[in-house]
């Protein structure tokens, strides 16, 4: 089964889109210069409205246990994607506990028109992102630049999206769905990430793909690996409650903050475990907050 929480950031007036809604038929199939400056105008418009803020840990966003217990729940107990296809159902469906439970081996694919210098940036961005994901998580995940992988990044403009997908269909490298992925990426998907579990009960994710728009640059373009490789952990909802988080479909903050570190150390609780339901769960995550919040120097008062 393929779960695919699918950025549909930004929704302005450039793409002549309701608001995240998703894309009508008639929408353009840009490429080259003209991708690249949507992009680049859209940012520039998230920007001009106070989002895509760096701060790790934001003094004028605070939050306390209780706000952080409903986001777990939140994000981690629905998807706002179906788990077949890529339609939207509504502001989320309830899912059970999804995330790994063996090793990571995170491979990244370039197109060729990404620059060496470029590459460089990336990879640094992403090794990062795996030392938090480590600290975390407690996973053995690791960048493997050759190999076997289970959890594939590719960073493909348009392109080369459409030559890696008949490339998927000639050889069968990589599990079709891909391929369809890379074809139905229109522009006003900025970035996206799709997971795969063995069956909807177990719920343990066993392969990852994630596609970035080559056509982004700066700020945005790194969002797209914080939030994409992030929610293929396990964490696949956004909520407009969920603050000050990436987990959120109002763009406010670009970068993993110290609030979705808490949750990605909640999603990775021993207590908690792959398949089970927020009832079940619900009793256990306040303690579970605590503890994880603690673990990163956060107390909350009594």
């Given amino acids: 089964m ?4 699918v950025r549909m950031a930004a929704c302005i007036a450039l793409l002549a889109l309701a608001a995240c809604t998703p894309p009508r038929p008639a929408e353009p199939d840009l490429r080259g210069e003209a991708l690249e400056k949507l992009y680049a105008n859209t940012e520039r418009a998230i920007r001009a409205q106070g989002g895509l803020r760096t701060e790790r840990a934001p003094a004028d966003v605070p939050f306390n246990l209780q706000q952080l217990t409903r986001n777990f729940e939140r994000v981690a107990f629905f998807s706002e994607f179906s788990g077949r296809g890529r339609q939207l159902r509504g502001r989320g469906r309830p899912i059970t506990l999804t995330r790994w439970e063996g090793p990571i081996q995170l491979g990244v ?5 990404v620059s060496a210098q470029q590459k460089r940036k990336d990879l640094a961005d992403v090794r990062e992102l795996l030392a938090i994901f480590r600290r975390a998580t407690g996973l053995d995940i690791r960048y493997v630049p050759d190999g076997d992988v289970n959890f594939l990044v590719t960073v493909l403009k348009r392109e080369e999206q459409l030559e890696f997908a008949n490339q998927i269909l000639q050889d069968g490298t990589f599990p079709p769905d891909i391929a369809a992925g890379l074809r139905a990426s229109r522009p006003s998907i900025l970035c996206s990430a799709s997971l795969t579990n063995p069956s909807e009960a177990e719920r343990e ?12 640059n700066n700020v ?11 929610q293929a952990l396990g964490l696949l909802n956004d ?3 969920a603050r000050p988080s ?13 609030h979705d ?5 909640m999603l990775y609780d021993p207590r908690l475990s792959p398949g089970m339901t927020a009832r079940q769960a619900r009793p256990l995550l306040p303690q579970i907050a605590v503890d994880a919040a603690a673990a990163v120097g956060v107390r909350f008062g009594s």
């Fill in 261 to 265: 570190e808490i949750l990605l150390r």
């Fill in 220 to 230: 945005m373009r790194t969002s797209c690996f914080h939030e994409e490789l992030t």
């Fill in 109 to 113: 694919l370039f197109g060729p028109s």
């Fill in 205 to 216: 994710i066993v392969f990852a793909w994630a596609l970035i728009k080559s056509e982004h």
């Fill in 246 to 258: 990436i987990f959120n479909d109002d763009e406010e903050f670009a970068l993993l903050t110290l």
């Fill in 2 to 5: 393929i779960l695919t929480p």
């Fill in 239 to 241: 909520s407009f409650a």
